[in-house]
C-alpha cells in the first residue's frame, strides 16, 4: 500500500504557537514563570498534545512534562528532543515553545503513519530554563541530568515565596526532586530546535543553521569607588570621578569585543550614587556579561579586560572591586550528531551554516548526561525576548521537516564510534 504524502507540518505548529502565547500572567504582555498557575496551564496543554500525538505523557518531579512514543521494541533507549515553556518578562512567543511545539508534531507525523522506530522518542517540556522568578536558570533541566542544587530551594521570588514553598503549593515534593533524574543509558542523545534568537542566519538568507557550541559565560560585577563632590567647585584635573571611569571602561570593554572574533562583551546594568544631577560621582557599580564559545578564549579576554579596568581605575584615582558573579562552561555539540543534521539540511534542500549559539540553552545541562545536537532556526531580525520575536511560515516548516528527517534518519553508530575513540 502506497504511503500518503506528508501533510505540511507547520500549520499546525503555528496554531499551537499562537494558543500557547495566550497563556500569560498578563493580557498585554507574555510573561509565564516557573510553578504560576499559567505554568500549569501550559503544561496541561503540553501534556493533551503529546498524548494526541501519540505519546504517554507525565509531569516529573521538577514539574518537566516528558512525553514518550516507544520504538518497534519496548523500554528501548529514547532519542531525546525538546525545549522549554517557561518565558521572559514581556517575551516572545516562539522562545522554547517552537521546540517542543515541533518535537510534538513530528512524533505526530510518525503515529499518523503508524511508524516506530529501532529507539524510543521522548520529547521534554523542560519547566523552567529561564530563571526567571528564582534567578538560577536550568532548573528543569538540571535536575534531569541529576545536577540540581539542593541549596536552590532556599531562593526566593520577587513576593518571598522560597523555591521549596512553591513547589509545595504546585503540588510537588522538593524533597524528591532526585526521582526526575535519568541516566545515561536511557538516552542515545539530545537534538533541540530552537530559534536562532540572532541575525546571522537572516544575514545568510538560509531558514535553518547547525550550532557548533553553545558558548560559555563569565559574569562579573565591577564597583569603582571614587570621591563625590561639588559640581560647580572641584576643578575638572582634580576629579575623581567614578562614572567617567566607568564610561572609559565600558568603551573600552566594547573596543576589545568589537577587535576579537568570537567574543561578545555587554555591559547591561549602571548605577551611579549618589545620584543628583549637581554631584559628581563618587560610586559607580556595573555588570559584565562576556561570551564566547571557546572557555580559553574567554578566560583570557576577561583576564585582559580585567587590567584593563584596574588601568583606567588606577590612572583616574579610583580604587576598583571586581566580583566574578558567574562562571559557565561552554558545551560543544557532538559532532556526530551535527553531522546528522547537517546531511537532514541538505536533504531538505538547503546549505548547511554552522555557528555558535550566544544564549544558553537546556541543552547545556543535558550534555552531562548525553551528546547534544541543536537546529536553529532564522528569527526575524534576529529579535528575541521581546514581543517582536517572529519566525516566517515557511521556515517553521523548514524547521519541522529538518527535523523529522533527522529522527527518521538517526543512527547511533558516530556516537558509538565517538565513545571508542574518545
Same mark, same amino acid.
Given at each position: ?28 504582555a507574555?510573561t ?13 496543554l ?9 505519546? %504517554? ?9 516528558? /512525553? #514518550? ?10 532519542? !531525546? !528532543?525538546g525545549?522549554?515553556? &517557561? ?13 517542543? @511545539? ?19 522518542? $521522548? ?7 529561564? /530563571?526567571?522568578?528564582?534567578? +538560577? ?15 536552590? =530551594? ?5 513576593d518571598?515565596? +522560597?523555591?521549596?514553598?512553591?513547589m ?7 524533597? *524528591? ?14 537534538i $533541540?530546535? *530552537?530559534?536562532?534568537? /540572532? ?8 531558514p ?10 563569565? #559574569? ?10 561639588h559640581? /560647580?567647585? @572641584? ?24 577587535? &576579537? ?18 554631584v ?13 564559545? %571557546? ?6 579576554? @576577561? ?5 584593563t ?20 562552561? +561552554? ?5 556526530? =550528531? ?7 539540511? @541538505? ?38 525576548? *521581546?514581543?517582536? $520575536?517572529?519566525?516566517?511560515?515557511? &521556515?517553521?516548516?523548514?524547521g519541522?521537516?529538518v !527535523? ?9 553508530e558516530?556516537?558509538k ?6
Amino acid at each position: 500500500m502506497r504511503e500518503q504524502a506528508s501533510p505540511r507540518l507547520g500549520p499546525g505548529i503555528i496554531a499551537r504557537i499562537e494558543e500557547l502565547g495566550q497563556i500569560s500572567e498578563t493580557p498585554d504582555a507574555l510573561t509565564r514563570v516557573y510553578l504560576s498557575s499559567e505554568h500549569r496551564r501550559a503544561g496541561d496543554l503540553l501534556a493533551g498534545w503529546m498524548r494526541e500525538a501519540g505519546m %504517554s505523557a507525565r509531569v516529573d518531579a521538577i514539574g518537566n512534562v516528558v /512525553g #514518550r512514543y516507544e520504538g518497534e521494541e519496548s523500554r528501548r533507549p529514547a532519542l !531525546l !528532543l525538546g525545549s522549554h515553556y &517557561d518565558t521572559v518578562r514581556d517575551a516572545g512567543k516562539w522562545d522554547g515553545p517552537l521546540g517542543i @511545539v515541533t518535537a510534538i508534531a513530528c512524533v505526530a507525523e510518525l503515529n499518523r503513519r503508524g511508524k516506530r522506530l529501532p529507539f524510543a522518542i $521522548e520529547v521534554i517540556a523542560f519547566a523552567d530554563e529561564e /530563571g526567571v522568578r528564582f534567578a +538560577s536558570t536550568l532548573l528543569g533541566s538540571r535536575a534531569v541530568a541529576g545536577t540540581f542544587d539542593e541549596g536552590t =530551594l532556599r531562593a526566593r521570588d520577587s513576593d518571598g515565596v +522560597s523555591l521549596r514553598e512553591a513547589m509545595q503549593r504546585f503540588g510537588l515534593d522538593p524533597d *524528591h526532586i532526585g526521582a526526575a533524574a535519568r541516566a545515561p543509558g536511557e538516552f542515545l542523545g539530545y537534538i $533541540e530546535l *530552537h530559534i536562532e534568537q /540572532g541575525p546571522v542566519l537572516e544575514a545568510q538568507a538560509l531558514p535553518v543553521g547547525v550550532v557548533s557550541a553553545i558558548s560559555g559565560a563569565t #559574569r562579573l560585577n565591577v564597583t569603582l569607588e571614587g570621591m563625590a563632590g561639588h559640581a /560647580g567647585t @572641584v576643578p575638572m584635573a582634580m576629579r575623581h570621578d567614578a562614572l567617567t571611569g566607568a564610561a572609559e571602561c565600558i568603551v573600552a570593554i566594547e573596543t576589545q569585543c568589537r577587535n &576579537d572574533i568570537g567574543l561578545f562583551g555587554t555591559v547591561g546594568y549602571l548605577r551611579a550614587d549618589p545620584g543628583a544631577s549637581n554631584v559628581i560621582p563618587g560610586r559607580v557599580i556595573f555588570t559584565i556579561d562576556m561570551r564566547c564559545a %571557546s572557555d580559553e578564549h574567554r578566560r583570557l579576554a @576577561v583576564a585582559s579586560a580585567v587590567k584593563t579596568i584596574e588601568r583606567i581605575a588606577e590612572t583616574r584615582g579610583l580604587r576598583p572591586q571586581i566580583d566574578v558573579t558567574h562562571e559557565g562552561r +561552554s558545551v560543544p555539540c557532538a559532532s556526530w =550528531l551535527a553531522t546528522q543534521i547537517s546531511e537532514a539540511i @541538505v536533504r531538505c534542500g538547503f546549505a548547511p551554516m554552522t555557528l555558535p549559539s550566544g544564549a544558553g540553552h537546556d541543552g547545556m545541562a543535558i550534555a552531562d548526561i548525553t551528546d547534544i545536537g541543536m537546529i536553529f532556526v532564522r528569527c526575524r531580525g534576529g529579535v528575541s525576548h *521581546h514581543p517582536d $520575536e517572529h519566525v516566517d511560515d515557511a &521556515d517553521v516548516e523548514t524547521g519541522a521537516r529538518v !527535523l523529522l528527517d533527522v529522527i527518521e534518519n538517526f543512527r547511533d553508530e558516530g556516537r558509538k564510534k565517538e565513545k571508542n575513540n574518545g
